[in-house]
C-alpha cells in the first residue's frame, strides 16, 4: 500500500449496515474508502477508483462475490489486488 497517501480500499456489499460498519472502522484508521452494493458495481468502482485491498461479501445481486472477483482479477491493472 501507497505511504504518501491515503490507501483506497473498496467495500462491496449489499447490506447497507455492513458497509457502514466497516468504512467508519477504515476511514478511523485513514483508509480513503468506496463502496459498492451489487457485484456488477464492485467491478465497475475497482476499474474506475483502483482500490488497494477490496473487502466483497459472497452474496450479492447480479453478479455474486466469485463472479466479481473473477472480471476483476481479469483485467491486468487490477489483478494483483487483494480481495477478501
Known amino acids: 500500500m501507497q505511504t504518501n497517501r491515503r490507501s483506497t480500499v473498496m467495500v ?12 467508519s472502522w477504515l476511514e478511523q484508521h485513514s483508509f480513503r474508502v ?8 464492485a467491478v ?21 462475490g466469485f463472479g466479481a ?3 476483476i482479477r481479469a483485467r491486468k491493472d487490477l489483478h494483483d ?4
Open 44 to 64: 465497475e468502482v475497482a476499474e474506475r477508483e483502483h482500490p488497494a485491498l477490496i473487502l466483497m461479501d459472497l452474496a450479492m445481486p447480479e453478479i455474486d
Open 69 to 71: 472477483a473473477f472480471l
Open 34 to 41: 468506496v463502496e459498492a452494493k451489487s457485484g456488477k458495481e
Open 81 to 84: 489486488v487483494p480481495i477478501i
Open 12 to 23: 462491496a456489499d449489499d447490506y447497507d449496515e455492513v458497509r457502514t460498519i466497516l468504512k
